[in-house]
């Protein structure tokens, strides 16, 4: 019985985590996490203005990450942790961004088990396209 419990649990894992890739990186998403390629990120001040752009919000789990958000200067992505019972959306989400100065190229939301792609449109219009999580990728 112990095994049949620990492997349901080792399934329901499965299921609530996803990797995307971004610039050729390969990047965990989990359950209640957002994961944003940002452009024109290149310095440590640039990642400390995004985090707390974030930090004003109502939508972090700051129990994840350091307060809620992981920055990759490098690869060019910020990581946020998302409350489950918050109303996050991409929207709120690309505002913090450009409220920080910078352009969001795409993101990916995994919440309720669903991945989820928004990038923009040529005419600038945010655009979102579901994942099946069983594909494990995000590209």
């Known amino acids: 019985m112990k095994q049949f419990l620990a492997f349901l649990l080792f399934l329901n894992f499965g299921l609530s985590q996803s990797v995307v890739t971004l610039q050729d990186s390969e990047i965990e998403i989990n359950e209640n996490e957002a994961v944003v390629e940002v452009l024109g990120m290149v310095c440590s001040m640039c990642a400390f203005g995004i985090g707390e752009g974030f ?7 700051k129990t994840k990450f350091n307060d809620g958000v992981s920055v990759d200067i490098d690869a060019q992505f910020v990581q ?3 409350l489950k019972s918050s109303d996050a959306n ?3 989400i690309v505002q913090v961004i450009e409220d920080a100065g910078y352009d969001v190229n795409q993101l ?5 088990e669903k991945l989820t792609k928004f990038s923009f449109d040529k ?3 945010l655009q979102s396209m579901a994942f099946n999580l069983s594909s494990n990728t995000g590209n």
């Open 55 to 61: 930090s004003k919000t109502d939508f972090v789990d």
């Open 80 to 82: 946020v942790g998302l």
């Open 90 to 92: 991409a929207e709120k």
């Open 108 to 112: 990916f939301i995994l919440q309720n």
């Open 123 to 125: 005419l600038g219009i």
